[in-house]
């Protein structure tokens, strides 16, 4: 089983809908839970963070499900920029260091 | 603030031949790391380094070396390129990382290169 699986998609919604991605991942120990969002051909960059009490940053909600091993996204009114790749990133404490490991992506198209 | 740059953007080998890609960050982060990204493989950890001086393999180091001189520099070398290596590469750097529950700080991503290896 991969460390950190997510629905490579692609999610292909009209604009102002609602969508969500969910990402699971394997090791109970994980510690932190990330979203970051990918253009085409362009570097990650930080989304938001994910905590345990889940949170919310204007359109963008993201929950934390220890209990069954997954975090989630959910975009509230799509918009044409929302279109992306979105990956989930988990971290783990090992040897000192916090182990990142990258989701492989979930692709979002958002359509007029 | 340029935040973190990589050199080159694209570039063409022949197998067998050696390059190395250079990553700059200007923000003063200690932890730096290189990482590639494949169709469908996700990042993959190449090598990283926790400060000047220091480096440490990562989940895919085989066939590539890596060197911190300086803190704002961390240099990625392929010494004899392989038609598997092909890939986009991208650098990211940390503030100091803690180990211990909840502890990480955001990476900061070069813009990549992508290297085709023939």
């Known amino acids: 089983r991969k460390e950190v699986e997510q629905d490579p998609g692609p999610f292909n919604v009209p604009e102002g809908a609602t969508v969500a991605f969910n990402c699971t991942y394997s090791n109970s120990a994980s510690q932190s839970f990330f979203w970051y969002r990918q253009d085409c051909r362009k570097e990650p960059k930080l989304l938001m963070s994910v905590y345990s009490s889940g949170n919310e940053d204007g359109r963008f909600t993201a929950q934390l499900n220890r209990a069954s091993q997954y975090i989630s996204l959910l975009i509230r009114d799509s918009k044409l920029s929302d279109s992306a790749t979105y990956l989930c990133?988990?971290?783990?404490?090992?040897?000192?260091?916090?182990?990142?490991?990258f989701g492989t992506g979930t692709k979002l198209q958002v359509i007029p | 603030n340029a935040g973190v740059t990589q050199t080159p953007k694209f570039r063409v080998l022949k197998t067998g031949q050696s390059m190395t890609l250079l990553c700059a960050q200007d923000m003063n982060h200690e932890y730096m790391y290189w990482y590639r990204q494949d169709p469908g493989m996700g990042l993959r950890l190449i090598h990283y380094s926790v400060g000047e001086g220091t480096t440490a393999k990562g989940e895919v180091p085989d066939g590539y070396n890596v060197s911190r001189l300086k803190k704002q520099n961390f240099l990625l070398g392929l010494e004899s390129a392989a038609p598997s290596q092909t890939s986009v590469y991208f650098c990211?750097?940390?503030?100091?990382?803690?180990?211990?529950?909840?502890?990480?700080?955001?990476?900061?991503f070069g813009p990549g290169t992508r290297l085709t290896v023939l």
């Open positions: 990211a750097s940390s503030h100091d990382r803690l180990a211990g529950a909840g502890s990480y700080n955001e990476q900061f």
């Open positions: 990133v988990v971290t783990i404490a090992s040897g000192g260091y916090q182990k990142v490991t």
